[in-house]
């Protein structure tokens, strides 16, 4: 069955500052999905990613899925307040299978 | 955009009561949506798939008949928890799939629903 590993599992960084979040797979991905949530709320989805090389912005978020497939990053740039929060990339061979999720990522933005 | 509704957002309830969660397509059909439970500070873990017009499959250590699954529609799965106890406390999130896009396209997810049991 496929694996999701995140890292760095917690993250504490000034605002301002740009950081990255990794998710490895342990088969290749056929989709890659990454979601925000607030603790104790519902996921908020940020980006979809399916095609080797791919790279995705939204805001000051960018996603990138390398070209075997099996990593992908998540990149925020001159982070706020509001970027606080879990961080989960999920990823499912196709929309018909649930998701496997990693056990994500908390950040914490700190002024 | 697509958009996953829940109901209730929260509820309490006493030990041993059932509990009924909804989850709908507002905009769009589904054919298939998931149900997940969360943890505290843990990631989400898939509870079963529920399928429209049959039997909902169930992941292993998932009691099928504490949680009871109906997809009675295209637009609405429910999670009914029955006798619930305080180690059902958790939050509940569905997801479900627009049976119109491809098969890789994305999941949307319901906000969850906070289901605490005294």
């Known amino acids: 069955s496929q694996e999701l590993e995140q890292s760095p599992q917690s993250l504490i960084v000034q605002e301002g500052k740009n950081l990255t979040i990794n998710c490895t797979s342990s088969?290749?991905?056929?989709?890659l999905y990454w979601y925000k949530q607030k603790y104790g709320e519902g996921l908020i989805f940020l980006m979809m990613?399916?095609?080797?090389?791919e790279e995705k912005s939204h805001e000051k978020i960018t996603a990138k899925l390398d070209e075997k497939k099996q990593q992908s990053s998540l990149h925020i740039t001159a982070s706020q307040p509001s970027h606080a929060g879990i961080y989960l990339c999920g990823a499912g061979p196709s929309g018909n299978t649930p998701l496997v999720f990693g056990k994500g990522t908390r950040l914490s933005v700190i002024a | 955009g697509a958009v996953v509704s829940q109901h209730p957002s929260r509820v309490i309830c006493k030990s041993g009561t059932s509990v009924k969660i909804e989850c709908r397509s507002l905009d769009f059909q589904a054919t298939t949506m998931f149900w997940y439970r969360q943890f505290p500070k843990k990631s989400l873990m898939l509870m079963a798939t529920?399928?429209?017009?049959?039997?909902?499959?169930?992941e292993q250590g998932v009691e099928k008949d504490k949680f009871l699954i109906n997809h009675a529609s295209l637009t609405l799965s429910t999670l009914t928890v029955t006798s619930a106890h305080p180690e059902d406390s958790s939050f509940y999130i569905c997801s479900a799939r627009d049976r119109r896009l491809a098969v890789t396209d994305t999941q949307y997810f319901g906000p969850g629903t906070r289901l605490t049991v005294l």
């Open positions: 088969k290749t991905l056929y989709g």
């Open positions: 529920s399928n429209e017009g049959s039997k909902a499959t169930y």
């Open positions: 990613l399916q095609k080797g090389g």
